[in-house]
């Protein structure tokens, strides 16, 4: 199993629509949740941090359930330049602490 | 505010080249990692580092090499340059606490021929 997966897409939806990514973890020890969004050929950049409570930004909302070890990513309302690669990841705790990216789920939003 | 600054932005290099790409932050942070990233695929760690003087090697270290004599510089190393090496490189640093996210520079985009 990968310590970190992400369904890769493409998600196609159009404007307005709203999308969820999900994302699943395999070590139950994981403390830090992150997501990012990664445009073509551009760095990775964060987009938020995920908290055990939920938390919100704007039109994104991320939300951690530990029982059943997933993190998701909820876009309301999307807009064309939402169009990016959506990175799931985790802080693994083995030994030090490791950040593991997801391969990534691709979003497309048309007009 | 510059975080992590790479170069060269650009590389070509012919097969058996050497060469060094530089990367550097000015946020005194300890950590700090080199990726690869292919066409198409994931960010696949090649090395890292937890302090000055200290460097590990990630998934992915054959032909490359690091060193870490200062806390801001991490430079990649790579000595007989192959076409399998042609991807994008990131350099990315964080701070030491448990839930900082990582700071990525803006790429080296590297083609061997």
């Known amino acids: 199993r990968k310590e970190v997966e992400q369904d890769p897409g493409p998600f196609n939806v159009p404007e307005g629509a709203t999308v969820a990514f999900n994302c699943t973890y395999s070590?139950?020890?994981?403390?830090?949740f992150f997501w990012y969004r990664q445009d073509c050929r551009k760095e990775p950049k964060l987009l938020m941090s995920?908290?055990?409570s939920g938390n919100e930004d704007g039109r994104f909302t991320a939300q951690l359930n530990r029982a059943s070890q997933y993190i998701s990513l909820l876009i309301r309302d999307s807009k064309l330049s939402d169009s990016a690669t959506y990175l799931c990841?985790?802080?693994?705790?083995?030994?030090?602490?490791?950040?593991?990216f997801g391969t990534g789920t691709r979003l497309l939003v048309s007009p | 505010n510059a975080g992590v600054t790479q170069t060269p932005k650009f590389r070509i290099l012919k097969i058996g080249q050497s060469m060094t790409l530089q990367c550097t932050q000015d946020?005194?942070?300890?950590?700090m990692y080199w990726y690869r990233q292919d066409p198409g695929m994931g960010l696949k760690l090649i090395y890292y580092?937890?302090?000055?003087?200290?460097?590990d090697k990630g998934e992915v270290p054959n032909g490359y090499n690091v060193s870490r004599s200062t806390t801001e510089d991490f430079p990649l190393r790579l000595e007989l340059a192959a076409p399998s090496q042609t991807s994008v490189y990131f350099c990315?640093?964080?701070?030491?606490?448990?839930?900082?996210?990582?700071?990525f520079g803006d790429g080296t985009r590297l083609s061997i021929l």
């Open positions: 990315a640093s964080r701070g030491d606490r448990g839930g900082e996210p990582q700071h």
């Open positions: 070590n139950s020890a994981s403390q830090s």
């Open positions: 995920v908290y055990s």
């Open positions: 990841v985790v802080n693994m705790i083995t030994g030090f602490q490791k950040l593991v």
């Open positions: 946020m005194n942070h300890n950590y």
């Open positions: 580092s937890v302090g000055a003087g200290i460097t």
